[in-house]
């Protein structure tokens, strides 16, 4: 009996300085309380995006802007489309960044992906070798220009790594209806810049984006550009799962509002003689 | 991901390639290791310890030297390897020879005294000589082997660059995992890393098998 009220003596005693504790506290910082923990614990978010965007140089050059105002921290994490879209899938991103509209539209029909926008756009390029084995310059669009090629059995290399430059050329193929041959056909399952690498040493063709094709320099010439169906627009899209909505929509808001469109146009003006990206928000 | 023809197709070229840079690493390792172990000379030393040196070599700074060695506009341009299983082939056989030359030397170093002497003893030529202590230094030997074989069919970094991963022509096992793990299908990843687990396995287990049969006779 005697031990039970110590022990309650020595809880009620506990209890009350906690409380005191909390008391004497809360008035000392009365405003900063509230948000001061809520920015703490979310000031990271993960953007999973393609490679074009972190090697053409866009991402260094946009985020330390968006970091520096919203003090949010980005993680980039630069994938092929296909598996940005399945890190969003999995929720192991909170933003994605990416160029392949079917796929876009299917993540955000499936319900995984909300506000979805427009942010840019840029081209892509077929390049190949200076001297034109395939006489691709003859021709006005794309599907012509793959028909030369198809046609001559010159070389062509295909990403093959389901990347949005990889979705896209094989819509033209198909576009096309030409079933390339494995015998000129090579698919090297790598990024832009290696398959870029690989084009270069075999005299061969590909589709490249125009920011990575720009930012190496190859002995690749740009045998066709300008096609309607070159163009190559980038989606911006919230994870739905992500814990971290305000922050992902604040990015969102960066890419999308007049300061990150004003940059996104204004970058790789410099070193090329023009942008590198188009913008051109857009809510879907 | 099912045992497709195209699967098959990856499981065997990794085969082909990893086996044909064993053997060639065998062909230049064990002489080459088994004279270090045997004979003393002056900068042997020096040659010890940079077969040490490269049996950690980086396998992506040999895929960087080959690649550029390859290269058209490179020294071996003009041969057309680079993106061929030429290509990997040379790039493994750099990185298993010094593992296969430093364990034969190692293996060969430990018999050297309790054979060389009876060997010579009865009038065993110098090639004689070289090869019996091979022979009674092949536990040791097979066991480079296995660390060769284990190192070139699990290295990605060296013929990802110099192969190129290409589906049909250098795409192997190690090179098709990274590509499904990009394209975001972790689950034909994680089965494709299994078929490549079982195949060391078997591969030691074959081994193993040849070193128990050794060991057993030797008793005898």
Redesign the interface.
């Known amino acids: 009996m005697k031990h039970l009220r110590i022990v309650t003596s020595f809880l009620m005693l506990s209890l009350f300085l906690l409380l005191s504790a909390c008391s004497s506290q809360t008035p000392q910082q009365p405003s900063a309380a509230a948000p001061a923990p809520e920015k703490k614990e979310a000031k990271e978010i993960t953007l999973a995006t393609t490679t074009s965007t972190q090697d053409s140089g866009l991402l260094d050059y946009l985020l330390p802007i968006f970091e520096q105002q919203s003090a949010i921290k980005v993680k980039v994490v630069a994938?092929?489309t296909?598996?940005a879209?399945?890190?969003g899938e999995d929720g192991n991103a909170d933003v994605l960044l990416v160029h392949a509209r079917k796929s876009e539209d299917e993540f955000v029909a499936k319900g995984f992906g909300i506000n979805a926008y427009d942010v840019m756009y840029n081209q892509f390029y077929i390049v190949g070798p200076a001297d034109d084995p395939a006489g691709v310059k003859q021709v006005q669009t794309a599907k012509e220009a793959f028909g030369k090629i198809a046609e001559k059995k010159v070389t062509f290399i295909s990403r093959?790594?389901?990347s949005g430059t990889d979705k896209k050329e094989k819509s033209i193929w198909t576009e096309a209806k030409i079933k390339p041959d494995?015998s000129w056909y090579?698919?090297?399952?790598?990024g832009m810049g290696?398959t870029l690498q690989?084009t270069?040493?075999?005299?061969a063709y590909t589709l490249t984006d125009e920011a990575t094709f720009l930012s190496r320099k190859l002995n690749l010439a740009v045998v066709m550009q300008g096609d309607k169906s070159l163009l190559n627009p980038y989606g911006i899209i919230q994870v739905k799962s992500s814990t971290k909505q305000e922050e992902g929509m604040k990015l969102i808001e960066f890419f999308t509002g007049a300061e990150g469109q004003k940059l996104i146009g204004q970058f790789g003006q410099k070193d090329y003689g023009k942008g590198l990206f188009v913008p051109n928000a857009k809510k879907r | 991901m099912m045992l497709t023809q195209d699967v098959w197709e990856v499981i065997w070229l990794s085969l082909k390639v990893t086996t044909s840079s064993v053997l060639i690493g065998m062909l230049a390792g064990i002489p080459f290791g088994a004279f270090l172990g045997l004979y003393s000379f002056p900068g042997k030393r020096l040659i010890v310890a940079l077969i040490y040196t490269c049996m950690g070599l980086p396998p992506v700074l040999v895929g960087v030297i080959v690649y550029l060695l390859l290269s058209r506009y490179g020294p071996l341009g003009s041969f057309d390897l680079l993106f061929s299983a030429k290509a990997m082939i040379i790039a493994q056989v750099v990185l298993v020879t010094p593992i296969m030359a430093g364990l034969t030397m190692a293996a060969v170093h430990s018999k050297e005294r309790a054979y060389w002497e009876t060997a010579k003893s009865l009038g065993a030529s110098p090639l004689q000589m070289m090869l019996t202590i091979i022979r009674e230094a092949r536990g040791g030997i097979w066991s480079g082997v296995a660390a060769a074989f284990g190192r070139a069919i699990s290295e990605v970094g060296a013929v990802m660059l110099v192969g190129g991963n290409i589906e049909h022509h250098t795409r192997v096992m190690t090179t098709a995992i990274i590509l499904e793990t990009r394209t975001g299908n972790f689950a034909a990843g994680l089965q494709l890393g299994l078929v490549l687990l079982a195949i060391s396995f078997l591969f030691n287990s074959f081994l193993m098998v040849g070193m128990m049969n050794q060991m057993k006779s030797r008793r005898r």
């Open positions: 994938v092929g296909g598996q879209i399945k890190l093959g790594d389901d494995n090579l698919s090297s399952g790598q290696e690989m270069d040493e075999k005299k």
